[in-house]
């Protein structure tokens, strides 16, 4: 039998942040996230070959997130192979939706994959967050981690890592607004204040409880209450036309709740039915189309699974 020489892999866009849980919590969703082809070459070289679907992405290899993940891999595992690498890119950087974490995420899963599982998907993310690393500086784990895993996901600790997944109703629905202007993570983190009143921090862990227990309890009132941000919503919302609007009439639809997601521009809205997500899908298009804005809206189950081969 002769041994495949290639592999593909589809990683999804994520949700990071949710609101209350900034850098700590995320989830994927179904449809969008990239697409990742390796073919084995005959050296142990990582060439990137293609990238379709966005500009400006870097072909060098110590600049691509997906081959700088890929590098970070191999480091652990001792050993290197060389890789023709196809990019297939469904979300833009900058977006808001994890871009950079599919392409790394991606990468690594088929790496991975492709040798026969040597990781698990929890020791992947290390890996993954190189490719972060290089996008943004700041290495976050709240969108390489839902990618990987699947389903939401907390970051309870950053040194030492420590990732665990919780359980999520399975009726909850999101729909996500991504307005097609681009905002750099790296701008969005530079934004914030280092320090935090006490006072907030005390709303926003409360809220970060009561998402994790609404969530896992299936109570959406519970949800809805906590799916609120004191400490990031307010400075980075300026940055996104027409937020407050938006926010206004995903809850005057039935909206649990609505945030930016991730570092923006797209925001998003958690329902408990898919009745609900589409009538916001539908009127936030149709706001955002009525004001000469590119968007792209789409309602979403949460993706329980994560990357995959494909
Ligand atoms: N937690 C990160 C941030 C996510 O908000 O900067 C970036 O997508």
Known sequence: ???????????????????CGYDVLGFPVEKYGDT?????RDDDRLVVQEIEGADGIPFETDLNVSTVSMNAFFDAFGDRRGFD?????NIPPGSGLGSSASSSVAAVYALNEYLGIPFTKK???????????????????????PSLLGGFTIIR??????VFGIPSPSELRVTVIYPHIEVKTSDAKKMLRSQVKLSDAVRQWGNVAGMVSGLILGDFDLIGRSL????????????IPYYEEIKSIALDQGALGFNISGSGPSMFALTRSEKTATAIRKDANEFLSERGIDSMVFTSRINGEGAKVV
């Open 1 to 19: 039998m002769s041994v495949p020489t290639s592999i593909k892999v589809f990683a999804p866009a994520t949700v990071a942040n949710v609101g």
């Open 36 to 40: 990742i082809k390796l073919e084995l």
């Open 85 to 89: 690498v196809f990019i297939d890119k």
């Open 123 to 145: 020791e992947l993310i290390a890996f993954a967050m190189e490719g972060e690393r290089a996008a943004s500086s700041k290495p976050h784990a709240d969108n390489v981690a």
């Open 157 to 162: 600790s950053y040194d030492p890592l420590d």
């Open 228 to 239: 609120q941000d004191v400490i990031v919503e307010p400075v980075r919302s300026i940055l």
